[in-house]
């Protein structure tokens, strides 16, 4: 069975808006490191306020929906995508600092499990694997800074995550809306619109404009 | 003017304006840095912006006390700073600790003001281009609270975020779970 690594990020936005049940429905397996695991249940469980969406996430876990993967290498390669991240770009003296924890475990675990796909709603990861330039020039617009980019690092992060297929849990959806799979919820185009919405004010990394390229796509 | 300085003088002139000035440029330099005092003093003045803005606040018992214990503090601050000396013990323990107790007195949420300032702050780092989970590690906001509120902002209607077409990407995916069923 074909396999996604997922980061904590798309699980939070898929559980808030309740669609953890179609994960088994996809016929792949949703595999998480350890870390992740910590993110969306050990730590949230410490808080009365996010209990009850860490309960949620557990349960997908016990149910199988979510596999935790335990490699012992996982660790040691984050800290490595870690370094690398961290010093694709400086300002002045500094290196910009941009990923941390759960993220590199993911694509750690990608490259210890020999697994292709990673599910990431938030930005940066998607934006470092697919398009390092896109990201140097949005944190330059954002932020003033002028920064310059380590070419040795930039060619040894495309080894390490070049041809990784980076989908959203909004791709997810889509999939699922057009294969029949949110009929529960009636068949017009509003359960795609309303759904994809649902996720981006969960967090997940899509745009209006994009959403609008989805209905003309699939409705 | 150093942070400290800057702060103690928004606060005495009760300068909203400044305080978040200072706030922003506080979490801006701690996302570069990664500096823990400079990411409380962000929280701080943060939270010291709300407590300004709430007359109920600046109204009671307690205010009068709270100003006199957190300029001494910063006044403290300033000369450790001076001497070359590290600030984040009194930061946390005596400033954030003081804005805690009088939030909890008086605070109308469930939320305390400085949680609401990690929140902001780390939405804040995320939307100068890091990660989430970086801004996280960063301020200690909370990972599902901060998804909710990145959701209810433009960070992700910006230019440079949209990396392939959504017929691309969902083409991946149909590669990736099969075509319809």
Known sequence: MKKIVCDSSSLISMSDNCVLWLLPEFGVEFVVPEEVKREIVDRPMKEVRFQFKALRLSRAITNGSIKVVTDSGVAKRAKEIVRLANSLFKYGRHNVSILHGGEAESIALMQKQGIQTLLVDERTTRLLIEDRVALRKYIERRTGFNLKLNKQIAGQLEDEVGGVDVIRSSELLAWAYENGLMEKFGRDRNVLHASLYGLKYSGCAISNEEIEDYMKLLA | ?181
């Not at chain 2, 706030?23 to 996302?31: D, G, K, L, P, T």
């Not at chain 2, 929280?43 to 803005?53: D, E, P, R, V």
């Not at chain 2, 946390?92 to 609401?116: H, R």
């Not at chain 2, 200690?140 to 992700?156: E, K, N, W």
């Open chain 2, 1 to 181: 003017m150093k942070m400290l300085e800057k702060l103690r003088k928004a606060f005495k002139a009760k300068n909203l304006t400044a305080l978040k000035r200072i706030s922003n440029q506080a979490i801006e330099r701690a996302a570069l840095t990664e500096d823990p005092e400079m990411v409380n003093i962000s929280l701080i003045a943060y939270a010291l912006y709300k407590l300004l803005s709430k007359p109920h606040v600046l109204e009671s018992e307690q205010w009068e006390a709270f100003v006199k214990d957190v300029d001494a503090d910063l006044a403290e601050g300033m000369a450790l700073q001076e001497k070359g000396e590290a600030v984040g013990g009194l930061l946390e323990k005596d400033i954030i600790n003081d804005i805690n107790k009088i939030d909890a007195s008086l605070g109308n949420y469930v939320q305390d003001v400085i949680k609401k300032a990690r929140m902001k702050q780390a939405s804040r780092i995320y939307a100068m281009g890091l990660s989430l989970d970086k801004a996280i590690a960063l301020t200690g906001a909370d990972r599902f609270q901060l998804m909710s509120y990145i959701g209810a902002t433009v960070i992700h209607e910006r230019p440079f975020t949209r990396t392939k077409s959504v017929v691309d990407r969902y083409q991946t995916t149909k590669k990736i779970l099969g075509e319809k069923k």
